[in-house]
């Protein structure tokens, strides 16, 4: 049994409520929820059912959100990292930049490095892990139960799936929560304003330079369009994201296909039809091994799993709201039926 309309939307009201009116001191209740919210897509089921995540696994999440926002912000009237804590520096920002400045390691090889991970995660249960369901009228738990110490949490039944039903909408609400509560810190205010676009220092965006992944989609496709299968020479091309931004704001290396513009443009924010999946998992399956080493010798994250899961989340999401999928230019779409589902079951 999945949770009931009316379930879900309690669910959904309580994380508003903790938002509103939970207390903040730092950063990291922000971070803490975006975290539960992705491993909730990434490794959650589509049942109703507890899902258990390590505090390694989501310190990797601090890590990876925090990683961008570790470097100085470029300031006109002075440079310096913003700060995430009321008083001191945020300790998980002073790790990340220490390890930034003693290591000459990529993200995609950071997230994996143990003494790093392990240094974050000591914070994550320090910090935030046991706070954050804390109200002005006491503990309310129901995302986790509340203990005070412990390597893992066990989300309660329904709420995994409650993360992934409305991922968006909590991402959006939460990241637009962390941004105010950073813009209105004091010790920020000398250095942000009005030129810079602090959403995007700090959450990244869609216009991302994404030029690195063309001389390996130009092999992989032969220089073809990835969607209408025709060639790409004297036509404006574009890498675009074959799981659209807007569904899932991550950029791993194997979500990238090279298109027309025309193409891409008219798809927009659509999921590829059927066809255009079971291309891209063929393509993912017969040349894994050459996208990898390509992708850890460019220092390009990815991660194949957590881009099949996601996927497969975005593809269940969408045919249980009934949504159009994307054929080919000229608008042509089509309804989402469980198809789609049989690909990833060979």
């Not at 440079?79 to 002073?94: D, R, S």
């Not at 329904?158 to 409305?166: K, L």
């Not at 010790?187 to 700090?202: A, I, P, R, T």
Request: charged content about 20%; aromatic content about 10%; hydrophobic content about 40%.
């Amino acid at each position: 049994m999945i949770p009931s309309a009316e379930e879900q939307l309690q669910f959904f009201h309580k994380i508003q409520l903790l938002l509103e009116e939970g207390s903040f001191s730092s950063t990291y209740k922000y971070a803490l929820l975006l975290a539960i919210a992705d491993l909730s897509v990434e490794k959650g089921e589509e049942l109703n059912s507890s899902l258990r995540l390590s505090v390694d696994s989501i310190a990797r999440k601090f890590i990876f959100y925090y990683w961008r926002q570790s470097i100085p912000y470029p300031s006109i009237n002075e440079e310096g990292v913003l700060f995430q804590n009321n008083g001191k520096q945020a300790g998980v920002i002073k790790i990340i930049t220490n390890y930034q400045l003693e290591n000459n390691r990529p993200l995609h090889q950071a997230i994996h490095d143990p003494v790093l991970i392990n240094s974050v995660a000591k914070v994550v249960r320090t910090m935030p892990l046991w706070r954050l369901q804390k109200m002005p009228s006491g503990i309310v738990d129901f995302i986790y139960e509340q203990t005070t110490s412990g390597s893992e949490i066990v989300l309660r039944e329904g709420v995994a799936y409650c993360f992934r039903v409305f991922h968006g909408h909590i991402q959006n609400m939460v990241q637009g929560a962390w941004l105010r509560w950073v813009r209105k810190l004091k010790h920020n205010h000398s250095l942000l304003g009005q030129l810079k676009d602090l959403n995007e220092f700090m959450f990244g965006s869609e216009r991302a330079n994404l030029g690195n992944y063309v001389p390996m989609l130009i092999e992989l496709q032969s220089n073809t369009c990835f969607y209408c299968d025709k060639s790409l020479k004297g036509n404006k091309s574009e890498v675009d994201h074959f799981l659209p931004w807007s569904r899932y704001p991550v950029d791993l290396g194997h979500n990238f296909v090279l298109a027309h513009s025309v193409c891409n443009r008219d798809k927009n924010d659509l999921l590829p039809a059927v066809t255009h999946l079971e291309n891209w998992i063929n393509r993912n399956d017969s040349n894994q091994s050459q996208m990898d080493q390509y992708f850890c010798e460019n220092n390009l994250l990815h991660d194949i799993d957590t881009s099949v899961s996601i996927t497969k989340w975005a593809y269940d999401k969408t045919e249980l709201l009934g949504g159009d999928v994307w054929l080919s230019k000229k608008n042509q779409t089509c309804k989402l039926d469980d198809s789609w589902r049989i690909l990833f079951s060979k």
